[in-house]
């Protein structure tokens, strides 16, 4: 496949997400310096003289598990920081703060699912507060995802050659044998239509018996309507994704049953408009995996993201949105744009850093696995086995985010 070069423009959303990867380190250095600018209270000048106080660690909507604190029967430790006016006292859940500067520092111990933060500062300017809320992933253990993007031809496959098992189709015989090898799930976002003739309402109901005998590991779920026009919910109302959304769900139930069918995990694009989160909470989704990428003139595939929320994205595994009760997470893989030598090394990578280790989001685009696609990946398989042998090797999980909180025990 041809590596896009650095100064070309975002085409495709799969050739975009090769700048994600090859990108990412030089993107957050410049997107840090654009951030620090935007978020108020951030520099100690602002903090001294307007009397804001702001906790900056940790971010509203952090999920955060045993990696990011001292975890014990009672509860999770974490560390609390941020800014304060420079002579005003400061209490974190009522007990003082050390003071440093104008930074603050204190540690609580986190006992419910979700706990609120309050910081409180007082002094010359009067009393002022910020709050955060974050989620205790208490049970949390290594897991990973993996989910597969942009998926219609091999629908149309079986459909078309009217093979006696689903598993005649080669691509869903790829990733029954990574199932037997290492006990890996899938879910497959799917496609209405491949836009040439064919559409779900033809694919038959004949094989719903062995897509129940696989549903403890194969799964299927909405994605778009079709593959273009791109970016097709960024600026859609959200009644026109919800409708999309519903007339798949439909077929799959018919086609392939109950037990098969999941909540979206990824819009085409990642981008939706700010008011369908809630219908998408409503339609049993609890997690959206995007890409949180800064593409040179703004953060994309981020579900319209605000910078700040984007940033911390890009480099966290997973932020709750309070407002839709949806858990946000970010994709630590790509396989269709990781040659195969550096899949094990960008693994490594993630699970070196506590923010980005407990949680693994392996995912890569159906189009790469047919020969007849322009960019066909011929090792694609052979990516897909390397990631999921390292996710196995060390210790993670295969699990569905629909189900409990991520995947683990809620
Ligand atoms: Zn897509």
Redo the contacts with the bound molecule.
């Keep these: 496949m041809k590596q896009p070069q650095i100064t070309r423009p975002v085409t495709s ?2 050739e975009g997400m090769a700048q994600a990867t090859t990108r990412r380190h030089f993107l957050l250095g410049a997107a840090a310096g654009t951030i620090a600018a935007v978020i108020p209270g951030q520099n100690m000048a602002s903090a001294e003289t307007s009397g804001e106080i702001q906790i900056t660690e940790p971010f509203h909507g952090a999920v955060l598990n045993h990696r990011h604190g001292e975890q014990t029967n009672d509860g999770l430790r974490i560390r609390v920081s941020g800014q304060a006016p420079l002579r005003d006292r400061v209490t974190v859940n009522g007990s003082p703060a050390e003071r440093e500067g104008t930074s603050f520092v204190s540690h609580i111990v986190l006992r419910e699912k979700q706990t609120e933060i309050v910081a409180v500062s007082e002094g010359s300017f009067g009393r002022a507060e910020h709050r955060v809320r974050v989620v205790w992933d208490k049970q949390s253990q290594p897991r990973y995802r993996f989910s597969i ?2 998926n219609s031809f091999f629908l149309r496959d079986i459909a078309q050659k009217k093979y006696g098992s689903l598993f005649e189709c080669f691509y869903l015989k790829g990733l029954r044998e990574l199932n037997s090898k290492y006990g890996a799930r899938f879910v497959l ?1 799917i496609y209405y239509t491949t836009e040439d003739g064919f559409e779900l309402p033809q694919f038959p109901d004949r094989y719903k018996a062995e897509w129940r005998d696989n549903c403890e590991w194969l799964r299927l779920a909405f ?2 309507y079709a ?1 273009k026009p791109d970016r097709p919910y960024q600026y859609a109302p959200a009644a026109q994704l919800i409708a999309d959304l519903d007339k798949v769900a439909e077929q799959i139930h018919r086609f392939a049953g109950e037990q098969t069918y999941s909540p979206p995990t ?1 819009i ?2 990642g981008q939706v408009q700010p008011t369908a989160l809630k219908p998408l909470y409503e339609r049993g989704v609890r997690a959206l995996s995007g890409y949180f990428r800064w593409a040179g003139a703004g953060w994309d595939v981020n579900y319209l993201f605000d910078d700040a929320r984007s940033e911390y994205l890009s480099r966290h595994d997973a932020l709750m949105d309070f407002e839709s009760g949806i858990v946000f997470s970010r994709v630590d893989i790509i396989c269709n744009n990781v040659p195969l030598e550096r899949i094990a090394p960008t693994l490594d990578e993630s699970a070196k850093d506590p923010k980005e280790a407990e949680i693994l989001d392996l995912f890569t ?1 159906e189009q790469y696995f047919w020969p007849f696609y322009s960019n066909y990946v011929p090792d694609h398989f052979q990516r897909l086995d390397a990631a999921i042998r390292w996710a196995t090797e060390h210790g993670y999980k295969p699990i569905f985010f629909h189900e409990g909180f991520l995947g683990g025990p809620q």
């Design positions: 959303e799969v993007d942009d976002n994605h778009a593959n990824v085409h694009w685009h």
